[in-house]
């Protein structure tokens, strides 16, 4: 048993290391958001909102390496964005220490907590597709 | 709606302000607008007091307003409790510019208070981060210095800056902050000390961060037709916007949040970017004013670089920026912060600024004041501009 993290970020499959980012696409404008939003931004409905899968793979398109790190996170505490096939772009936290700009990157899962009653809590964060030698 | 001018401003010092509660400094930065705006104080019809943290901080998470105001012996009024994250100061601002201009009360306080030093870095950091989403940004940990970090860094990849320029501005405001008697630094820094100072996420050194900071600062706000008795030049408000975060903020085509801010107020004002003397800026981290200038429409896209080594916001420049010093140098005490510029601003149109002055009598200021982070976008901005 396990939920995302983040509400509304990850399909739920039986085996949560096969979950895959999720968002929201308005039927009535074609805007994409993610985490999974249930009323559009733009046309202030949600009669037009599904769910859409955005995948496990993202170019880095931007990203930077912090010396000061949130209280549960540690050292060196590298964060990213992430462009996601269709155009969306969103923030992760990145796994690895080695990044380069346009470098393709996947989705890395991983439980970080537990939720009162026992299921387990999965976040994610995006690594090197290739790991380099 | 009608005039509205300020009547009188003030603040505390900025800084380490341990033996001081939020009663203290809000006391001293209510009383300094009160006194400098010559006005009898029961003559003000509301209060608008922001304070952000004061919760986590203090345990004051409720009617923080009434508390602080209580040993300033204002009672009664309508007091509203104003948080907006680093903009509350700014959002207090806005809001009790419309009670005046609406024509609901001729004379208003907009107070801004924060204390950040608790003895325990870990519980101040901890309410800093809950200025993003805590159940969204928040759980993936997240960084406010990675985000500007990473704006800094794609504005110098863009436009070719070196890391000399984004030294400079920080020298910039540190030396404004040496003339500042209420900066919470006043010590000059040369390029290479800012360089050299830890790096807390690349490009961004320590030095280039706004520290954290106690303090308070406030103004006392009067409708146009009981301002006849104020000193001249006479500051009016002739632009307050409020805006909030854009989710699509980063999509192609899409306006900056800052610059939709700006231009409602220049509309508002009825004046261009080219007619702004001066600037309160929010250097969260002071590099980040080359993004400023541009999204505000100061300069042009990719114009920073050569504001930068032209000098074009120094103190004696052509549009000197955060002559205060800045969040960098003067310090930011989150909630006070947006009423510290518009002091500021004040105190430069009146020419009373004494060594920081601005010598060309600036005659229109612009402030710029955001906070907090959602969905990857600043959460709220206000942009104010006051002229004589």
Request: overall charge negative; charged content about 20%; hydrophobic content about 45%.
């Amino acid at each position: 048993m396990w939920q995302p993290l983040i509400r509304g970020s990850l399909t739920q499959p039986p085996d949560y290391r096969n979950a895959e980012l999720l968002g929201s696409r308005c039927g009535q404008c074609d805007a994409v958001f993610f985490p999974f939003q249930p009323i559009c931004f733009r046309c202030l409905t949600g009669e037009k909102i599904e769910r859409i899968v955005l995948g496990k793979k993202g170019t880095l398109i931007d990203y930077v390496i912090s010396t000061v790190a949130p209280p549960g996170f540690s050292v060196p505490h590298a964060q990213g964005v992430l462009e996601l096939a269709g155009g969306v772009k969103i923030l992760s936290l990145l796994e690895g220490a080695d990044f380069e700009l346009g470098m393709e990157m996947v989705l890395f899962l991983e439980i970080r907590g537990e939720a009162p009653g026992g299921t387990a809590l999965v976040g994610f964060r995006f690594r090197p597709a290739e790991v380099r030698v | 709606m009608r005039d509205v001018f300020i009547a009188g401003v003030g603040m505390t010092t900025f800084g380490k302000l341990v033996d001081k509660s939020l009663k203290d400094l809000g006391r001293e930065a209510a009383w300094d607008a009160i006194e400098d705006s010559g006005i009898d104080p029961r003559r003000i019809g509301v209060a608008y007091v922001a304070n952000t943290y004061g919760g986590l901080i203090t345990g004051q998470e409720s009617v923080r307003g009434q508390t602080i105001l209580r040993e300033c012996g204002i009672s009664c009024i309508p007091i509203i409790n104003v948080e907006n994250a680093c903009a509350s100061g700014s959002t207090a601002f806005n809001q009790a510019w419309l009670a005046v201009a609406s024509g609901q009360h001729d004379v208003a306080l907009a107070l801004g208070v924060e204390k950040l030093y608790c003895g325990d870095l870990s519980k101040t950091l901890a309410a800093l981060a809950t200025s993003a989403d805590v159940m969204v940004e928040g759980q993936m940990g997240i960084v406010f210095a990675g985000i500007y970090a990473m704006r800094v860094r794609e504005h110098m990849r863009k436009y070719g800056i070196a890391r000399q320029q984004l030294a400079k501005i920080t020298v910039k405001n540190h030396f404004n902050g040496s003339l500042n008697p209420k900066a919470q630094y006043r010590k000059p820094l040369s390029a290479e000390e800012v360089l050299s100072s830890r790096v807390i996420a690349d490009p961004i050194t320590l030095l280039m961060t706004a520290p954290v900071s106690d303090g308070a600062a406030a103004t006392v706000l009067v409708a146009g037709s009981a301002a006849e008795f104020l000193s001249k030049p006479k500051v009016r408000v002739m632009a307050s916007s409020l805006v909030s975060y854009n989710p699509m903020a980063g999509a192609d085509g899409e306006k900056p949040t800052l610059t939709r801010a700006a231009e409602a107020a220049y509309g508002a004002a009825s004046v261009g970017p080219e007619d702004i003397d001066i600037a309160e800026l929010h250097d969260v981290v002071a590099p980040i004013e080359m993004l400023l200038w541009e999204q505000l429409l100061l300069c042009g896209p990719g114009e920073s670089g050569k504001w930068v080594d032209e000098g074009v916001t120094e103190l004696a420049g052509l549009l000197p920026t955060n002559t205060s010093g800045g969040l960098c140098s003067k310090g930011h005490p989150a909630a006070a912060t947006g009423l510290a510029q518009v002091a500021e601003i004040t105190w430069q149109l009146r020419g009373t600024a004494g060594a920081r002055q601005v010598q060309d009598q600036p005659r229109i200021g612009l402030i710029e004041n955001g906070g907090g982070n959602v969905a990857n976008d600043t959460a709220a901005v206000a942009v104010h501009i006051l002229g004589t």
